[in-house]
């Protein structure tokens, strides 16, 4: 499975965090056989983008088959940190500056979604 962890980087070296949090991530072309919403050019817009709430695109990978890389924020796993860091592939990458920066935004506009009971009037 490919992951990307969640949790804040200055948090993983506490003794008192025991477990982490990961986001599953795929191919864009495996994400494209899921569904034709994937296909869509409104999706791919808004991967580019940036504003697709429970998506984030990652750069193709160094070295890697030239793929975009798709996080998603619906599939989230909790996992004992003793298990990730005891499993962690040779070469396990990690995001550089400015990605780091715009995934963790991304998250953080996934998670403070505020769903209200009642729209608000016209202002009129």
Same mark, same amino acid.
């Given at each position: ?9 200055? /948090?993983? !070296?506490?003794?008192? @965090?025991? $477990? ?9 072309? /495996?994400? $494209?056989?899921?569904? /034709?919403?994937?296909?869509?050019? $409104? ?23 030239? @793929? ?11 996992? !004992? ?16 500056? !400015?990605?780091? $920066?715009?995934?963790? @935004? ?10 209200? !009971? ?7």
């Amino acid at each position: 499975m490919n992951v990307i962890v969640v949790t804040q980087s200055c /948090d993983i !070296p506490k003794v008192a @965090q025991t $477990e982490l949090l990961l986001a599953s991530v795929f191919d864009y072309a /495996d994400l $494209e056989k899921k569904g /034709d919403v994937f296909k869509s050019a $409104e999706f791919r817009k808004s991967l580019s983008r940036g504003t697709n709430l429970s998506e984030f695109a990652l750069p193709p990978r160094p070295k890697g088959n030239g @793929q975009f890389m798709v996080v998603s924020f619906r599939k989230l796993h909790v996992v !004992p940190k003793s298990y990730v860091t005891s499993n962690v592939v040779a070469g396990a990458l990690s995001l550089r500056s !400015p990605y780091r $920066e715009y995934f963790a @935004q991304a998250y953080a506009r996934f998670m403070m979604r505020v769903g209200l !009971p009642l729209p608000l009037p016209d202002i009129r």
